[in-house]
């Protein structure tokens, strides 16, 4: 492959001066076993019309969510997110501005963020919020991370931090990722047969420096018991909860049942579903752990001439202090995505936000009621309670079914059997405001035909 790279004239000098007589030389570190040995399956050289061509045709093999019916979530969901949004976030002091760190320029924007932590305060019940993080996995990770830091010293069960089994692999790899290195042991809160939480199992918490549940669950249940929770484990332990933002609007906030951090996945509020991005993650406590939280906060304060100012505050950033001081080794934050929630909350107002939350959760239960008068189909937690998404147990393989319903024009849900292998059968339906009650029948139709077949093929 080197061979191939074109010789710009300066090359020999610029070897000369690292000390090395050739490319290859520069890339001996590199293991040979993994070094490619071939030629580049590369074009010739292309004109701007040409690569424009090219660019459309490659581009051309994508479906767009918006041209199937879609059953999928598990973490990233369809909402309507009105166009103004986009007209908004499009306008150049949001889509240019990056790290105002000349707050006497900066006011609009730096005032655009302290609205998106107020927002986010009133919708989880608590205090403070900053201005996001990377993602809902990344904000569950350093919530556990400010949680030890916090209640370590005085914990009974030091450097232990409880989390809910159902918690998704992808999720607990990142947690695992970030809590390492601070010597923090994890450990799995199981759950009863019905999904819930097993509150018996965690007493075994208290004591510990924090415990890490979602609500609702990776199965998509609501667990009533949650709000018992903190008084089982007991104030000198962190209760971080994880949440779908926008069952917020009929849900009860988690700092109403004692949560002391709150993070999740922002995606739903202001952001489509772009191949899994970009989104943002939510992160708000209580004031006791105000000085641990990762990522930017913007304060509001009054200036010499007594007008309101804003300005970032109690930066915790490796980039504002001393590394070895730094709370998070975060470095930025997705300001311009969670703009758009901001946005798209400020569009929606509580009654809004309330509506949003019920056109999920009606479309769930009407879901839930056609696939459970399919005889095939079971509903492993038919009385459970659900937000906008359940699980149903198929009488063959996840995987397959997906397959035929994806030879269907339908994206039939998520097979969960990604995240707990022992569950090949059981497929996860989401279903939100986007869902019409034609597309619900048609899943329902072939669902009923496919597990049909493949019962009799079974000689059932």
């Known amino acids: 492959m080197v061979d191939q790279l074109p010789n710009y004239g300066r090359e020999s000098e610029m070897l ?17 076993a993994v070094r490619y040995d071939g030629r580049l399956p590369l074009p010739e050289p292309q004109s701007e019309e040409e690569v424009l061509r ?67 305060c009133e919708l989880t019940g608590l ?35 409880y989390v809910s089994e159902l918690t998704p692999p992808s999720r607990m790899s990142v947690i695992r990722n970030y809590s390492q290195g601070g010597g923090i042991e994890i450990r799995t809160l199981p759950h009863n047969s019905d999904g819930t939480l097993d509150l018996a199992a965690a007493e075994q918490a208290a004591g510990a420096c924090g415990v890490y549940v979602e609500q609702p669950n990776p199965l998509g249940l609501l667990d009533g018991g949650l709000v018992q929770l903190k008084e089982i484990i007991g104030e ?42 970009p989104i943002y993650g939510i992160f708000a406590c209580r004031d006791a752990y105000l000085r641990q939280m990762p990522g930017r906060i913007v304060g509001r304060s009054i200036d010499v001439h007594g007008e309101v100012a804003y300005c970032l505050t109690l930066s915790t950033r490796e980039q504002h202090i001393r590394r070895h001081r730094a709370t998070s080794n ?22 809004g936000l309330h509506t949003l939350a019920m056109r999920n959760m009606a479309a769930c239960q009407l879901a839930k009621a056609k696939l459970g008068t399919i005889e095939t189909l079971a509903l492993p937690h038919l009385s459970g309670h659900h937000y906008n998404e359940f699980v149903i147990e198929l009488p063959g393989p996840a995987a397959e079914c997906l397959d035929y ?12 059997s990604s995240w707990y292998p022992q569950r090949k059968n059981w497929l996860l339906v989401s279903v939100t405001d986007q869902n019409s009650k034609a597309e619900i029948n048609l899943l329902a139709a072939h669902l009923a035909a496919w ?6 093929g079974a000689g059932v």
């Open 16 to 32: 000369s001066a690292l000390g090395m007589n050739s490319i290859d030389e520069l890339f001996t570190d590199i293991p040979a």
């Open 54 to 120: 090219d660019a459309r045709r490659l581009l051309g093999a994508n479906v767009a969510l918006s041209q199937r019916v879609s059953f999928l979530g598990a973490g990233l969901y369809r909402n309507h997110v009105p166009a103004l949004v986009l007209q908004l976030i499009r306008r150049g002091e949001f889509l240019t501005a990056y790290t105002p760190y000349q707050p006497e320029v900066s006011q609009g924007m730096l005032q655009a963020m302290w609205e998106f932590q107020t927002l986010i």
């Open 127 to 161: 205090s403070v919020a900053n201005v996001s993080v990377y993602d809902g996995s990344t904000a569950a990770a350093e919530a556990i991370n400010a949680a030890h830091r916090i209640h370590n010293r005085k914990a009974e069960q030091k450097d232990i931090i």
């Open 236 to 277: 000198n332990t962190a209760l971080i909860v994880g949440v779908q933002p926008t069952s917020l609007g009929i849900v009860e906030c988690p700092g109403e049942y004692g949560a002391d951090i709150v993070v999740g996945e922002g995606q739903p509020f202001g952001s489509p579903i772009t191949c899994g991005g």
């Open 330 to 351: 975060i470095c930025t934050n997705e300001t311009l995505i969670a703009l758009m929630g901001a946005m798209h909350m400020s569009l929606l107002g509580p009654e």
């Open 405 to 416: 319903l994806d030879s269907q024009g339908i994206i039939g849900g998520f097979d969960l």
């Open 451 to 456: 597990s049909s077949a493949i019962i009799k």
